[in-house]
């Protein structure tokens, strides 16, 4: 799974990776993202991207209730294009979901240890996700989810599941404005190369939600 991230890069650095023409409206570098909180996504409007803020957590356009999203931080990409709350986001609501590290805790005689992973040839990346827009009465809120897969060699002594990475040269097509069969998403990710990791503990810090700073991404000595 993945549950928890950062972008703590420059605003520039941001606009320049990924192309934006236009500044990111209350951007604030962070080092704990944690579900339920905003996330930076950017998305093809059909004209142009468009870079801003969606709530971590799934909430499907036609459910009751928001709380939903809770429950649903990560979709497992083996399987989405069959889910109900999956299956047409995979068609038309693909988003990219802006992090230049996640962390991950591997389990130890001791307990659990967090560890900070980033990639090895680029600072900032995106993990593949979708996204939906939820309305009731007066309230709104888009939503969006993180594509999961199995571990790969690398990630599999940590944790056996990781975030869906998308090569540099392939984010453009997972969010080009085109209806795809969910089918097509699918075999789209499941294709995806995988670039290389690295990683290092970090203190306990990071474990609670509502610490950040640069304490977080600290490595222990």
């Known amino acids: 799974m993945c549950g928890r991230f950062t972008l703590f890069a420059d605003e520039k650095e941001i606009i320049e990776e990924f192309d934006l023409d236009h500044p990111i409206q209350n951007y604030e570098?962070?080092?704990?993202?944690?579900?339920?909180?905003?996330?930076?996504?950017?998305?093809h409007d059909g004209e142009k991207k468009r870079a801003g803020y969606m709530y971590w957590g799934l909430v499907p356009s036609w459910a009751k209730d928001p709380k939903i999203g809770y429950k649903m931080i990560n979709a497992r990409s083996e399987t989405a294009h069959e889910k109900p709350s999956f299956?047409?986001?995979?068609?038309?609501?693909?988003?990219?979901?802006?992090?230049?590290?996640?962390?991950?805790?591997?389990?130890?005689d001791s307990g659990k240890q967090p560890l900070r992973i980033s990639l090895e040839n680029r600072r900032l990346f995106a993990f593949a996700g979708l996204w939906d827009q939820w309305k009731k009465d007066e309230e709104e809120r888009f939503t969006c989810?993180?594509?999961?897969?199995?571990a790969n060699t690398f990630m599999e002594e940590i944790?056996?599941?990781?975030?869906?990475?998308?090569?540099?040269?392939q984010q453009e097509h997972w969010i080009e404005p085109v209806k795809w069969k969910p089918e097509q998403a699918h075999d789209f990710v499941h294709q995806l190369?995988?670039?290389?990791?690295?990683?290092?503990?970090?203190?306990?810090?990071?474990?609670?939600?509502?610490n950040e700073g640069p304490t977080c991404i600290k490595p222990i000595e």
């Not at 047409?88 to 991950?104: G, P, T, W």
Request: proline share 6%; hydrophobic share 40%; aromatic share 8%.
């Open 145 to 150: 989810t993180i594509l999961t897969q199995e």
């Open 29 to 43: 570098p962070r080092y704990n993202i944690a579900p339920g909180q905003k996330v930076l996504a950017v998305i």
């Open 159 to 169: 944790h056996h599941r990781m975030p869906v990475i998308l090569p540099k040269s």
């Open 87 to 108: 299956k047409n986001l995979m068609s038309k609501k693909r988003c990219l979901i802006v992090a230049d590290s996640f962390y991950e805790w591997r389990k130890t």
């Open 193 to 210: 190369s995988m670039e290389d990791l690295e990683a290092y503990e970090v203190s306990e810090y990071v474990n609670t939600a509502k």
